[in-house]
């Protein structure tokens, strides 16, 4: 069962939808904010050139079979899949063949960005550095606009509450509890700040999700 702190507030701002989300996808939708606040705000560990090479050949590996298996299963398996997110888009625009294409490009990424890793040293300049805290905001927001779309199938929405001049509600006050619940300790960003960040993302709502990118 996950944290209910977030399901019961995203029950709550919610209720006035009728019908609204099932549990179920906001169960889904409060496990992929707590993966996406982690993977963007938690410091990894740096690992040597030697692992790092390592690990890009694995994934390139893996991604090569997962790519096979989704070939093999073919919309059949894409329409299970579907199912089970509750995305429910029509079954006619369902194509396997984009999906295998992406998979297909991120192993062939892998594989290069391996050779480069192993045929290089880093330097301690090179290790220093990284993207701020804002950067790394931007981009969390960009991933939970996309997962509270296409897990609630509700287009995400920023209003500001005229007495406080800041939104409380909708998808902004989402972020800002996912916020406050997972990230590290630490870890705060001003409201104003998430607010014009999430000004800014709000264009992504009508981008094509999964949409495979293309080779240079």
Do not use: C
């Not at 369902?94 to 892998?110: E, F, V």
């Amino acid at each position: 069962m996950p944290d209910g702190r977030l399901f019961q507030w995203l029950r709550h701002d919610l209720q006035p939808l009728e019908p609204g989300p099932s549990d179920e996808a906001l169960i889904e939708l409060v496990e992929d904010a707590k993966r996406i606040t982690k993977l963007y705000l938690e410091r990894p560990r740096k690992l040597r050139p030697s692992a790092v090479a390592r690990e890009l050949t694995s994934l390139a590996t893996n991604l090569e079979k997962a790519a096979k298996a989704v070939e093999k299963l073919g919309n059949q398996g894409l329409l299970l899949i579907v199912a089970m997110s509750e995305v429910n888009p029509d079954s006619g625009d369902l194509d396997m063949r984009q999906h295998i294409l992406y998979l297909q490009r991120m192993a062939a990424w892998s594989r290069k960005a391996a050779d480069v890793a192993q045929q290089n040293s880093l330097s301690a300049q090179d290790n220093k550095g990284g993207p701020t805290p804002t950067q790394e905001l931007r981009e969390l927001i960009s991933a939970l606009v996309l997962s509270y779309q296409e897990v609630l199938g509700i287009r995400p929405t920023h209003t500001v509450d005229k007495d406080i001049h800041l939104a409380v509600g909708g998808f902004t006050g989402f972020v800002k509890e996912a916020l406050r619940l997972y990230a590290p300790e630490g870890v705060v960003f001003e409201p104003r700040l998430i607010d014009k960040v999430v000004e800014e993302k709000l264009d992504l709502r009508d981008l094509e999700f999964f949409e495979p990118p293309s080779f240079p």
